[in-house]
């Protein structure tokens, strides 16, 4: 029983110990020889038949490979069968590089394999075959010579020509099905990807699709159909290829599907590290030496299986879902791959029926994965159904909230509109009191009343009115949102209507100097409108219009247009951006919101006005361009059965606005506002007290006003047209410093935003509305004392510096006068002597403090005091000389009105001319400034500023020496010139100068050529 079960395993291995194969009538026997050198030929080898180099083979089952050698097999074949019989012996490789059959009877050869085309097989099949006829008992011997440059596995087989051709159609029926059924898999594993978008779907399809591809390789079909004349090294290479590239599909797959970097994450690091191997041998197989690549790749391949089997049964440990199925799917097709490997590397000889093993085992491979990947589904479909109901249950609890939250809403809404309804009757109801009684006293009191009390009546009325129109835009406003407005339709006069609103409007344009203007067709019918609404209509456009228009004109007109009446205002303002044309109609928003609050209102103007139009049947439209002005137009029904014939009132011409400055005497406080009645108010306030108030309606006007005149204080409004209170403020610290200049803001805001700004652009204080008379009186009192304290301060260190000033300028002269080696006196306007310098109290032989009068120093004094009565300038003069020695005697007049009297003696030369004179100052100042830049290295800035002799102007953002300019040049040198000022500054120049500067002695000389001249 043993030897019969040890027979049985040795027979399904094929490693049975019987040298003789039978297979039908046909009986054969082989052995082998291996010629690794490859240099034997057919007849080298036909002669070795009967030695010993031939070993007996057991079976028909082969494996060869890695080299270049060449294996040769003998085969006897015996026909037993009484008849003829026609044999096809087949390799079952379709890898083989070369197979080569010899007949010893004749020495012919047929040749199989990859090196020889399809087109010239002698039988065309997916396998090396050769069909060999036989006689009656004939017993025929070949040699089969197998050579291939990687290894190779077969089994010899012998088929009579029936059995041949139903082995023939088996094999392509199992082909089409076996990739029929992946190309199957492969389709649905791509389409579930892109319905379920889960990745490890798309990985399985590439993992199919790599399998469908080598099997084609490995079976033949890729070679007898797609590429019948490729040769055996890209053969070899494209096979081992698609091996590397369905071990990475594999590797990837499993790492995808058992989701490994999760749940094993060093099993993610081997397979990273397998995948880049397997990479490196992608190359290795075109680069290194095929038979050495191929047996580096058969070791990764049973590294890589071996590590996907591993990693799968530890993910079912691990309890991760569908790794049953994983591994059950994988363990017959790993095995069979591992198997396969190790017979590549001829360490074992593989069954016969491996290769079917692997593709069954793929085929199961492939079904049981449909187990695992409906499992992933239905997990996949779990998990969504309780994303979805966790997304309904969160969508339902938003609808609650949301529900809430309207319900809140609605009834913060009602109570909106309560409060609107009760505060607007609330305003109303003393407003109208108001209103009333201002107007009972303005027409009862107006004979009793001074000009002034009568405007400051109608300035209560103005704002009284302007205050109920907004309260009833606002209820306009709540009615149309809540839809409860009604409309009285009728025919209306649009004529006379559309004077009676430019009658309303004509006073504010007046105050702003513009062109109101009717121009209306003569006969024109009655539109179909609601009278009151079309009057807001028009008082809400044209206000606007004349609003935001500083000058030039503001135009109503009005023509028939079909059946319609089109209706158009327009101005000449500023004008309004495109892209700011859609925000204008939502209500509280203004023509110019990026100008914050700039022009005051509400906002609802424009919004309530379309909302009104559209209610009638019309359509409002708009054209603008900044700086070109504004027009608005819309049209409605016209009522042809009635027309209107009155006149257009006459057009009135306007002047243009100019802003009057009355000097007077007193504190002058500049306030900038362009609210009448708040200018009114502080005229009012500021008048009682004293002060002289200059008004401006705007910031601009403000700022030309500065150019003619400097306040003591300014009332800044923050909010104002063109440009606001910020921009004017920044620009007037520009001009003044708060010192000078105390500016306090008015402004509606006392938020810290606002303040915070309006400090940073220069304000010394604010002052909040609605403005307390005490507090404002206050306020001023308190900057106008500081700013004097400031004035003060100044003048007293102005004072203090000039007399220090005055103090080093007459030690200096002084100084001066004693070095000059002439006599000279100084006289002051009544031509008494003051002072002597060292040479005359030595010439006139005078003590300390002996100065006596001209008279007693002089002969002739009585001719030069008359002489000094009608010239500024005198040279010497007959009869008037020193009694000391005749000296001659000249005088020049100072601009203080005192003289320099200087003595000339006779053994001197005459005085030089006045041109020689000029010329010699502008040579002493022309070399003390040279002297000054050569040796300090600074301008003449800086001896203007640290010599404090001559003043620097600030022109244009440069500094100018305009003065100390001109007498650097003849042209330039004033007629009477400043000659002392002159020798001041080359003698600050000398002291400042160390005696090394080439130019200090020349400047020495002249200096006292200049000092003998003066």
């Not at 990745?199 to 797609?226: H, K, M, P, Q």
């Not at 500023?945 to 004033?974: A, F, M, V």
């Amino acid at each position: 029983m043993k030897q019969i079960v040890l027979a049985l395993f040795w027979a399904v291995l094929g490693l049975a110990p019987a040298c003789a194969c039978a297979q039908g009538e046909v009986v054969w026997e082989s052995s082998s020889l291996s010629n690794g050198a490859g240099n034997l030929s057919y007849l080298e080898v036909k002669n070795k038949l009967s030695t010993t180099d031939f070993v007996p083979q057991r079976g028909n089952r082969f494996l060869y490979g890695f080299g270049q050698g060449n294996e040769w097999i003998h085969l006897k074949v015996t026909n037993h069968s009484a008849a003829p019989t026609t044999q096809v012996l087949e390799l079952t490789s379709s890898l083989i590089d070369q197979v080569d059959l010899y007949s010893l009877a004749n020495d012919s050869v047929q040749q199989s394999g990859e090196q020889v085309p399809v087109g010239r097989l002698q039988e065309f099949y997916l396998h090396p075959i050769f069909v060999i006829p036989f006689l009656a008992g004939e017993t025929k011997e070949f040699l089969l010579l197998v050579k291939d440059e990687g290894s190779v596995a077969f089994n010899l087989n012998f088929h009579d020509s029936q059995a041949f051709s139903r082995a023939q159609s088996s094999s392509y029926l199992g082909e089409g099905f076996f990739n029929g059924f992946l190309g199957i898999m492969a389709l649905a594993s791509l389409v579930s990807f892109f319905i379920l978008r889960e990745r490890s779907f798309f990985e399985y399809f590439l993992l199919v699709a790599t399998e469908i591809w080598l099997f084609c390789i490995y079976d033949g079909l890729f070679r007898n159909f797609l590429a019948p004349n490729l040769g055996p090294p890209a053969l070899n290479r494209l096979y081992a290829g698609s091996v590397v590239l369905m071990m990475l599909g594999t590797l990837r797959f499993t790492h995808r599907f058992l989701d490994i970097k999760t749940n094993l994450p060093q099993g993610s690091k081997i397979i990273q590290g397998l995948s880049a191997l397997l990479g490196l041998n992608l190359g290795l197989l075109y680069l290194a030496p095929f038979p050495l690549a191929s047996q580096i790749l058969s070791l990764l391949v049973i590294a890589s299986l071996s590590c996907t089997l591993v990693i799968s049964i530890f993910a079912w440990r691990k309890k991760v879902s569908a790794s049953v199925y994983f591994i059950v799917a994988f363990l017959l097709m790993e095995l069979c791959g591992i198997l396969l490997a190790f017979q590549y590397l001829g360490f074992v000889k593989s069954p016969v029926g491996l290769d079917w093993f692997m593709h069954l085992g793929t085929v199961a491979e492939m079904l049981l994965l449909i187990f695992a990947v409906g499992d992933r589904i239905r997990l996949l479909a779990r998990e969504r159904n309780a994303a979805h109901q966790a997304l309904l249950e969160q969508e339902r609890q938003h609808a609650l909230k949301i529900g809430e939250k309207n319900r809140e809403l609605t009834q913060l809404d009602q109570l909106k509109d309560e409060f609107l309804a009760n505060t607007t009757h609330e305003l109303n109801t003393p407003l109208f009191g108001i209103l009333g009684l201002t107007e009972r006293l303005q027409e009862s009191a107006s004979s009793r009343l001074s000009p002034k009390e009568t405007s400051q009546l109608g300035l209560i009325l103005a704002m009284g009115r302007r205050l109920t129109h907004l309260i009833h835009d606002i209820l306009d406003f709540a009615a149309l949102k809540n839809k409860k407005l009604t409309l009285e339709i009728k025919p209306v006069d649009l004529s006379q209507l559309g004077q009676m609103v430019i009658s309303l409007v004509e006073p504010l344009a007046h105050s702003k100097h513009l062109s109101l203007n009717f121009e209306f067709e003569k006969g024109l019918p009655f539109v179909m409108a609601d009278e009151n609404r079309l009057q807001q209509i028009l008082f809400n456009l044209l206000g606007n219009a004349v609003k935001f228009t500083h000058q030039g004109e503001v135009t109503l007109m009005a023509r028939e247009f079909g059946d319609s009446i089109s209706i158009e205002v327009k101005d000449t303002g500023i004008g309004i951006a495109i892209k700011q044309w859609g925000r204008l109609f939502e209500p509280f928003v203004r023509e110019h919101p990026e100008v914050i609050d700039e022009m005051g209102g509400s906002g609802l103007g424009l919004s309530i006005t379309l909302q009104l139009i559209e209610l009638q049947g019309g359509r409002l439209e708009m054209m603008s361009q900044p700086g070109q002005g504004t027009s608005f137009s819309f049209c409605l029904p016209a009522a042809k059965s009635l027309r209107s014939y009155s006149e257009p009132p006459p057009k009135k011409e306007t002047q243009p606005h100019q802003v009057e400055l009355v000097q007077q005497l007193g504190t002058k406080i500049l306030v900038i506002d362009d609210e009448p009645g708040n200018v009114a108010l502080l005229e009012d306030i500021l008048g009682h007290q004293g002060y002289q108030v200059i008004s401006a309606p705007g910031g601009v006007e403000g700022l030309e006003i500065l150019e003619d005149l400097t306040p003591d204080l300014v009332l800044l409004d923050l909010m104002m047209p063109n440009i606001n209170g910020y921009e004017v403020c920044k620009e007037m610290r520009r001009l003044f410093s708060p010192e000078v200049l105390p500016i306090l803001i008015l402004t509606a805001k006392s938020h810290a935003g606002g303040l915070e700004e309006a400090f940073a652009a220069g304000a010394n204080d604010y002052i909040t509305k609605p403005i307390l008379g005490k507090e404002l009186l206050a306020r001023l009192e308190l900057h106008l004392k500081i700013k004097e304290n400031a004035s003060l301060t100044e003048r007293i260190t102005l004072l203090d510096q000039t007399q220090r000033e005055l103090s080093r300028t007459r030690e200096s002269l002084i100084s001066i006068l004693d070095k000059t080696p002439g006599p000279v006196l100084l006289l002051d306007v009544q031509l008494l002597p003051r002072y002597a310098n060292q040479s005359a109290r030595i010439h006139f032989g005078l003590g300390p403090d002996q100065l006596p009068s001209l008279d007693k120093l002089f002969d002739g004094a009585e001719q030069l005091k008359e002489a000094a009565k009608k010239s500024t300038r005198l040279d010497p003069l007959p009869g008037v000389s020193s009694r000391k020695d005749g000296s001659l005697v000249s005088m020049a007049k100072l601009e203080s009105g005192d003289w320099v009297l200087s003595l000339q003696t006779q053994e001197k030369k005459p005085v030089r001319s006045e041109a020689d004179f000029r010329e010699q100052i502008v040579k002493v100042m022309q070399l003390a400034l040279d002297c000054w830049e050569n040796s300090s290295g600074e301008t003449k800035f800086d001896l203007a500023e640290k010599s404090g002799i001559w003043r620097i102007y600030q022109d244009e953002g440069r500094l100018r020496t305009r003065i100390l300019d001109k007498y650097c040049s003849l042209k330039t040198l004033p007629q009477n010139p400043r000659y002392m000022d002159v020798i001041r500054t080359a003698h600050f120049v000398l002291s400042s100068c160390p005696q090394s500067v080439q130019l200090k002695g020349e400047l020495q000389r002249t200096l006292e050529e200049l000092q003998v001249m003066v």
